[in-house]
């Protein structure tokens, strides 16, 4: 199948993100792809090598669209609105293509609900919903075909040390991927219980940690741009991975250490809801002894509960997400599940 993938960037590390990881997933199963970006000066450290069988096309308020571009799918990612000349171009194509809305990720009751059913549009076409998710009546998570397996014969102690953030003896690992964290200060203390070598991602994190006294137990690197393949390698290689947003939350799900997510935050509350439903899930494995002090931290760090008193144990936090990680192993990944749905939408 032929695809146009449609991105606005808000935040070009996620909404780009997501898209170029989903364009890579569809390319790799041999249909291709044009990937029609507002801003992808973000590729050029994200996907510096591009992809076979994905094109990447400007998006602007003036492009011109022609019923020849449209596609057999469009895919509007985050409800991203389709220019309107585009729109055109769809209703006049026969067969008219099949238009898919990729949703946010969330844990939330609504996904299954609302997880591939049709909206009418004025344009007389229509609109399905596709959203991702880790129920087995969601659209799942992108995965790519081997990543376990690669992973399985990963050294990360190896691959940090030939970049040269090879940490000491006795240090633990973490990398810091986050807004701005009103919090961060008041972690320290609690992440210099122990050595820890903190691996700070350009942005926030960085800027942040560069107007903060680190107590001594603490050393930080901060790190270039990375590649997409490479960000993932850095989140296999760490003990503790905190990250935020979607696309680096579902990369750090993949990965066998415990992680911190930080939500967007939204002045009507939604993120905190939208958390409690992704911790349900993360821990409904996990003993009580281990949860709540699991749930504070993660309430903590996205600034809807007091600084917990300790870390939990990383240990046991990992060996909880590495329980959601085999659950979610056994269902079929995001692109698998939309090329599916989209063959049962075509006429």
């Known amino acids: 199948m032929r695809w146009d993938l449609f991105c606005r960037v808000i935040d070009n590390h996620g ?19 044009s990937l029609w970006v507002d801003d992808a000066r973000a590729l050029s450290w994200m996907a510096p090598r591009g992809a076979q ?19 057999d799918v469009v895919v509007e990612t985050f409800g991203c609105e389709l220019p309107t000349a585009f729109v055109q171009s769809m209703v006049r194509r026969q067969p008219a293509p ?19 059913l049709p909206s009418p549009r004025p344009s007389g076409l229509a609109t399905w919903f596709f959203y991702p998710g880790f129920s087995e009546r969601s659209g799942g998570l992108l995965r790519e075909p081997g990543l376990m397996q690669q992973q399985a014969g990963f050294d990360g102690r190896d691959w940090l040390a ?40 350009p942005g926030p994190a960085t800027e942040q940690l560069r107007a903060l006294k680190m107590p001594g ?22 003990d503790l991975n905190a990250v935020r947003g979607e696309d680096s939350l579902v990369r750090a799900l993949w990965a066998p250490a415990p992680l911190l ?11 905190a809801r939208k958390l409690e439903a992704f911790l ?26 007091p600084l917990p008193a300790s870390l939990p144990d990383l240990a046991a936090w990992g060996q909880v997400q590495q329980l959601l990680r085999a659950r979610l192993l056994m269902q079929d990944d995001l692109v698998t599940q939309l090329r599916r749905f989209v063959h049962s939408k075509s006429g």
């Open 15 to 33: 909404d780009l993100g997501v898209s170029w990881r989903l364009a890579c997933g569809l390319a790799a199963a041999g249909d291709s792809v």
């Open 53 to 71: 069988g994905v094109e990447v096309r400007a998006w602007t308020a003036t492009t011109p669209f022609h019923t020849a571009d449209v596609a």
């Open 98 to 116: 099949v238009w898919v809305n990729l949703e946010y990720l969330s844990a939330e009751g609504y996904v299954d609900r609302s997880h591939g």
């Open 162 to 201: 030939r970049h040269g953030w090879a940490p000491r003896a006795g240090e633990r690992v973490m990398s810091l991927f986050c807004y701005t964290q009103p919090g961060l200060e008041a972690w320290l203390p609690l992440l210099a219980t122990a050595p820890t070598l903190l691996l700070a991602t």
């Open 217 to 238: 137990a603490l050393r930080v690197i901060e790190l270039p741009w990375l590649s997409q393949p490479d960000y993932d390698r850095l989140l296999w290689a760490c």
């Open 261 to 271: 997510w930080q939500l967007y935050p939204q002045h009507d509350g939604v993120h």
């Open 280 to 305: 349900d899930r993360l821990l409904q494995d996990a003993a009580p002894p281990l949860a709540a002090p699991v749930r504070q931290t993660q309430r903590h760090w996205n600034g809807l509960a």
